[in-house]
């Protein structure tokens, strides 16, 4: 009896992991319409910019499902959070960011700021 318990309680878990991962996922219909978007600029520059101009028109649209968004990049790969310099003091971009914002520009007596 305690092992049906058991059971119950790991496949109730798995199931709620499956339900959390499945709410981070963007939805199918947004999903499908790039997916076209792609497939329709992949024809495009098959028939139209490779075949007849002979040349590559360019890269792909950020945030399709092979071109992650440049947001996503710097997220996964934590680039905010390192310090910049090597050298100077170690602080991260927003702590660098905040000290600029504070220091006065040169034309600050005449009641001009950044």
């Given at each position: ?14 199931w709620d992991k499956r339900n959390e991962w499945a709410r981070e996922q ?6 499908l319409k790039s997916l076209a978007r792609e497939a329709l600029k992949d ?56 000290q600029a914002s504070q220091q006065k520009g040169p034309d600050a007596d ?5």
């Amino acid at each position: 009896m305690a092992a049906e318990g058991d059971l119950q309680r790991m496949i109730e878990a798995a199931w709620d992991k499956r339900n959390e991962w499945a709410r981070e996922q963007p939805s199918l219909s947004s999903e499908l319409k790039s997916l076209a978007r792609e497939a329709l600029k992949d024809i495009r520059v098959a028939l139209v910019d490779q075949a007849y101009f002979g040349h590559y028109g360019g890269h792909g649209e950020p945030g399709t499902p092979l071109n992650p968004m440049y947001a996503e990049l710097t997220r996964e790969r934590g680039i905010l959070d390192k310090p910049l310099d090597v050298e100077g003091p170690q602080q991260s971009y927003e702590q660098q960011v905040n000290q600029a914002s504070q220091q006065k520009g040169p034309d600050a007596d005449r009641g001009i700021s950044l």
